[in-house]
């Protein structure tokens, strides 16, 4: 989500996805080949019950979550996040991971930054957390200069964001500037306290860790109450469970439908029989190639270049993620056609998946 991305205009059949490895190889770049051995990520795919994950037997899989998504929900956030919480004390074991997110809203006048945020109240084995995360009005990855005026506004408003949730949490974290970051700090001996890309002008989240495993399931729903009763998309995310612990979670509340991720490996030329597995309703992603831009373009800035295949709903389209833009902004769009052989649009990735 830090990474600037652009994603092909037309839709294509995985032919065209082969044809265009064969290009990419022929710039002198190391595209996947049809009998390499990948991983693809699964999201998204909307299962009818948990044990339709066996369709994809044929392959090893990891990280298999299966999410409750509930939308247009207002309950009461207290009480969802207990219910799972309650379900997961009786089936948690070494590897199991329960985690439940609700929207929150920060008061006042934000310039860089969206006003919605996100949150997620979670349970471990050893320990629970809470994670809040804030999103930016568009994404300037790290040793960027454009918007080089505006950083002294961003960093102003991310530390206001950050201590307004603390203090509705009631956590003992004190958000200061430094170095041109945020910086998260905690007086508590038993905690840890994570805060990810403080740097980057895009989202930005922190963790809080606490061995108390009801630590916050009160705070959560403070959070929570910033949304104001209105419809909210809340998912609970669930991994390591037997299928017995799954039926067991389905009583939490009505309303949730079901979907899975995971990561699968594969060979490349496997793709399309894992995408219909999971059509019409999953996304499938994988690399074709990654590669540092002066290895092929001397002239430009070096750069991190992950070119991508997506399939979803009708066919496969082409992403490119860069972890910074080698040439001007009016220039991008022009190159990477080039350079794919193909039209392709700015398509950054949604803030809260």
Not at 206 to 216: Q, S, T
Not at 308 to 319: C, L, P, R, Y
């Amino acid at each position: 989500m830090r990474e600037r991305r652009w994603e092909s205009q037309a839709t294509f059949q995985f032919e065209d996805v082969r044809t265009l490895a064969g290009w990419l190889a022929d710039l002198g770049l190391k595209p996947a080949t049809p009998d390499k051995e990948i991983i693809g990520y699964v999201e998204e795919w909307t299962v009818a019950a948990p044990r339709e994950i066996d369709r994809l037997d044929a392959w090893t899989k990891e990280d298999v979550t299966l999410v409750h998504i509930r939308e247009s929900w207002r309950g009461d956030f207290f009480l969802l996040a207990g219910a799972y919480h309650t379900r997961f004390q009786r089936h948690k074991r070494s590897g199991t991971y329960c985690s439940v997110s609700h929207p929150w809203k920060m008061r006042g006048r934000w310039l860089t930054h969206h006003p919605e945020g996100m949150f997620w109240i979670g349970f471990r084995e050893q320990h629970s957390f809470i994670r809040v995360r804030l999103h930016t009005t568009e994404v300037i990855t790290p040793e960027e200069t454009r918007g080089d005026d505006r950083r002294g506004l961003w960093l102003e408003e991310r530390q206001r964001a950050f201590q307004s949730a603390v203090s509705l949490l009631d956590l003992p974290i004190e958000a200061e500037l430094k170095n041109e970051k945020v910086v998260l700090r905690t007086a508590d001996p038993d905690a840890a306290l994570l805060c990810s890309w403080p740097d980057a002008f895009g989202p930005c989240q922190f963790e809080y860790n606490v061995p108390d495993a009801f630590a916050f399931l009160v705070p959560a729903g403070r959070l929570a109450a910033t949304w104001g009763g209105e419809p909210a998309m809340v998912r609970a995310y669930l991994t390591g469970f037997s299928e017995l612990a799954l039926k067991d979670f389905e009583t939490t509340a009505p309303g949730a439908r079901y979907a899975y991720r995971c990561s699968v490996h594969c060979r490349f030329n496997e793709l399309p029989e894992i995408f219909s597995v999971i059509s019409p309703g999953g996304r499938l992603y994988a690399t074709l190639c990654e590669f540092k831009t002066q290895s092929i373009f001397l002239d430009l800035v070096n750069t991190w270049v992950i070119i991508g295949t997506v399939a979803s709903g009708d066919g496969f389209k082409i992403e490119a993620r860069l972890n910074r833009a080698p040439l001007p902004e009016n220039e991008m769009d022009g190159w990477l056609e080039t350079l794919l052989g193909f039209p392709v649009t700015y398509a950054p990735l949604p803030p809260f998946p």
